[in-house]
């Protein structure tokens, strides 16, 4: 499955919002029902973490400007008001069928 | 708190081997499927290997399988990553990733340790 990240830079300005797009080749509904795609953030010189999962639960102490959303192929992470230690890199990923696979990632950075 | 420190990580001649290994702490390791994943130098992230909690079943990224092996001791609390086979193209940092509780996601990620692949 090939996830497709747009775009693939975004800079923004500080409080403004920022919103990113992740497109899978195909549907991401798994047999069970569920849909597994993810959120990851990777700040600089960071390993990854998690941001958000099923496609729009907040993972622990992720602050609610996160959000998630969409379903079957077409899914959107969206920051409501990007903050400085928002900066990174963000990848969706998928896990309902192996392999499990990235998007490219999309660089925030700030204007 | 969760806790992953990979170790193992060197330079290597293509051919070679390397075996990496992740001391986990902070949860019940042996409750939980792990994961190994990589990032090439200034590049994407790639999903390598997964391993259930109990051992018993493994799968393997496209470009790895036949010459990685994932296996775990949970007598340790330690994953590894036995690599053969080496290529330029598996230079990369690799982490050891926690599935978050209820499966399917990757939850938390260790620091990482790099691989180089040269000549």
């Known amino acids: 499955i090939v996830l497709t990240q747009t775009p693939l830079s975004s800079p923004v300005t500080l409080g403004q919002p920022a919103s990113i797009s992740c497109r899978s080749s195909q549907s991401l509904v798994h047999s069970n029902g569920n849909t597994y795609l993810s959120w990851l953030q990777q700040r600089p010189g960071q390993p990854p973490s998690l941001l958000i999962y099923?496609?729009?639960t907040r993972f622990s102490g992720v602050p609610d400007r996160f959000s998630g959303s969409g379903a079957g192929t077409d899914f959107t992470l969206q920051i409501s008001r990007v903050e400085p230690e928002d900066v990174g890199v963000y990848y969706c990923?998928?896990?309902?069928?192996?392999?499990?696979?990235f998007g490219q990632g999309t660089k925030v950075e700030i204007k | 708190q969760v806790q992953l420190v990979e170790s193992g990580g060197g330079v290597v001649q293509p051919g070679g081997s390397l075996r990496l290994s992740c001391t986990a702490s902070?949860?019940?390791?042996?409750?939980?499927?792990m994961h190994w994943a990589r990032q090439a130098p200034g590049k994407g992230l790639e999903w390598v290997a997964i391993i259930l909690n109990d051992g018993t079943s493994k799968s393997y990224g496209d470009s790895v399988e036949g010459r990685f092996t994932i296996s775990r001791d949970n007598s340790k609390n330690t994953l590894s990553l036995q690599m053969n086979s080496l290529r330029v193209e598996d230079t990369a940092v690799y982490y050891c990733?926690?599935?978050?509780?209820?499966?399917?996601?990757?939850?938390?990620w260790g620091l990482g340790t790099l691989v180089t692949v040269s000549s």
């Open positions: 902070g949860f019940n390791f042996n409750t939980f499927t």
């Open positions: 990733v926690k599935e978050v509780s209820g499966g399917w996601f990757m939850e938390s």
């Open positions: 099923k496609i729009s």
């Open positions: 990923m998928q896990s309902t069928q192996f392999p499990w696979t």
